[in-house]
């Protein structure tokens, strides 16, 4: 990333969070009936944070550089800034910092240990699989691949969700609740974007999903970030029908930069009884005898 590109960045999170704002929110009288600006103003938020006018000013045109963590912690309380975006913020920091570069995180891994494999395998009732940090699916059991196999069939590889959401028709029909998938899909990548800025392969594709796609340039525009730990993902799977799963993401901790996702149902439910038929074509497709040439 360059430094422009980086002054860019800080400039549009920081101005699109105090857009959202309105003084009675953060508990200040809003004086007259015409405020030029959406949100907050700049010297409230510098009140608000305890910094100078001229301070946060500078912090918004883009220069985070030298910012102490108890002025960022001022700033983000200013702007109430959840979890997601205040490590956003330390990140867009930390990258303002000189030197910063070389304490970079490595790229994000496209391979697993043998032993990652092996406890995907040793679940075989449940989907669960590995990604990186700029979604691409690294590693799978056969349940995850039964489940996501019409992103395994997209045309990139390796198969990237996000890729999938904005560039393949079938998405839409793929996921239940596509608009929030896509918006929560765009938003995990600005995370990712922030954390490891100089990954090639991460600003390849953010190019390339920003030039063919207006839905991600929305999205990608709108500057919101994104932590996706737990949740209900709701899928129209080509064979057994809808499947509404409950799904737990936590980082690998013997293999930095790699998620591993697993999805589950509650017992006795319609979609657990789906997983149980999704096992058991699992199980008729590799029975089948391999043709022979």
Not at 147 to 152: C, E, G
Request: charged share 25%; glycine share 6%.
């Amino acid at each position: 990333m360059s430094s422009t590109d980086l002054r860019t960045q800080i400039r549009e999170f920081l101005s699109s969070r105090r857009a959202r704002i309105t003084p009675d929110q953060a508990g200040l009288p809003a004086y007259g009936g015409n405020r030029r600006v959406k949100g907050l103003r700049r010297e409230e938020v510098a009140m608000l944070a305890g910094v100078s006018v001229d301070y946060y000013v500078r912090m918004e045109r883009g220069n985070l550089a030298g910012a102490s963590e108890s002025v960022l912690e001022g700033v983000a309380d200013a702007l109430r800034l959840d979890e997601a975006e205040r490590s956003h913020l330390y990140d867009l920091a930390r990258e303002s910092t000189p030197g910063s570069r070389a304490r970079r995180r490595p790229a994000p891994q496209n391979r697993v240990r043998p032993a990652i494999q092996q406890i995907l395998t040793a679940m075989p009732d449940s989907p669960a699989w590995v990604r990186n940090g700029r979604h691409d699916i690294i590693a799978m059991n056969a349940m995850a691949r039964a489940l996501y196999s019409p992103v395994l069939l997209s045309s990139r590889q390796p198969a990237n969700t996000t890729w999938f959401i904005f560039m393949e028709p079938a998405a839409p029909e793929f996921f239940v609740d596509y608009d929030r998938i896509a918006a929560d899909a765009a938003a995990m990548l600005r995370l990712e974007a922030g954390r490891n800025p100089g990954d090639k392969a991460l600003i390849g594709l953010v190019g390339e999903l920003s030039t063919h796609s207006e839905l991600f340039r929305q999205r990608w525009a709108a500057h919101n970030v994104k932590f996706h730990r737990s949740g209900v993902k709701r899928l129209r799977h080509p064979v057994v029908g809808q499947l509404d799963l409950d799904f737990e993401s936590m980082d690998l901790a013997s293999e930095p930069g790699l998620r591993l996702n697993i999805y589950t149902a509650a017992a006795d439910t319609p979609t657990a009884d789906a997983l149980k038929m999704l096992a058991s074509w699992v199980a008729s497709q590799e029975e089948q005898p391999t043709p022979h040439g």
